[in-house]
C-alpha cells in the first residue's frame, strides 16, 4: 500500500536510505565487536572498549535517525542482512585503530554518494 504523505520522494533516494540505514547498522556491528574484544580478559582495556562501545552507540543512533526520517517522507526501511566484522581478533590496538579509521572512510563515501543522488534528485 502506498503511502498518503509520500510527496517528491523518488524510489531511488528511498533504496539509498535503506542503504545507508545498512551500512550505519554494520558499522554499530563491528564497533561492537571491537568493544567485546578489548574487553576481553586478555586484553583488558576497558578505555578502548569503552570507546568503541560509544561509536557502536553513535552508528546505532545514525541508523534509528535515517529510520525515522525514512517514515516522515513515507517511504519504507527494509531490512537487510548485516554483514559480520570482517574479523573478531583485532590485533594491536593501532590495528584496530586503523580498522576504524577504514570503516568511518568506507561509511563516508556511501554518504557522500548518497547525498549527491539525493540532490540531483532534488532531494537533499
Excluded at 12 to 20: D, M, R
Excluded at 72 to 93: C, N, T, Y
Amino acid at each position: 500500500m502506498a503511502s498518503k504523505i509520500r510527496q517528491n520522494y523518488h524510489e531511488e533516494c528511498e533504496a539509498l536510505i535503506n542503504k545507508q540505514i545498512n551500512m550505519e547498522f554494520y558499522a554499530s556491528y563491528v564497533y561492537l565487536s571491537m568493544a567485546s574484544y578489548f574487553n576481553r580478559d586478555d586484553q583488558a582495556l576497558s578505555g578502548f572498549a569503552s570507546f568503541f562501545q560509544k561509536n557502536s552507540n553513535e552508528e546505532r543512533d545514525h541508523g534509528m535517525k535515517l529510520m525515522t526520517y525514512q517514515a516522515k517522507r513515507g517511504g519504507r526501511v527494509v531490512f537487510q542482512d548485516i554483514a559480520k566484522p570482517s574479523s573478531m581478533e583485532w590485533g594491536l590496538r593501532l590495528e584496530a585503530m586503523e580498522a576504524a579509521l577504514e570503516l568511518e572512510k568506507l561509511s563516508t563515501r556511501v554518504f557522500l554518494t548518497s547525498t549527491r543522488l539525493l540532490t540531483d534528485k532534488g532531494d537533499a
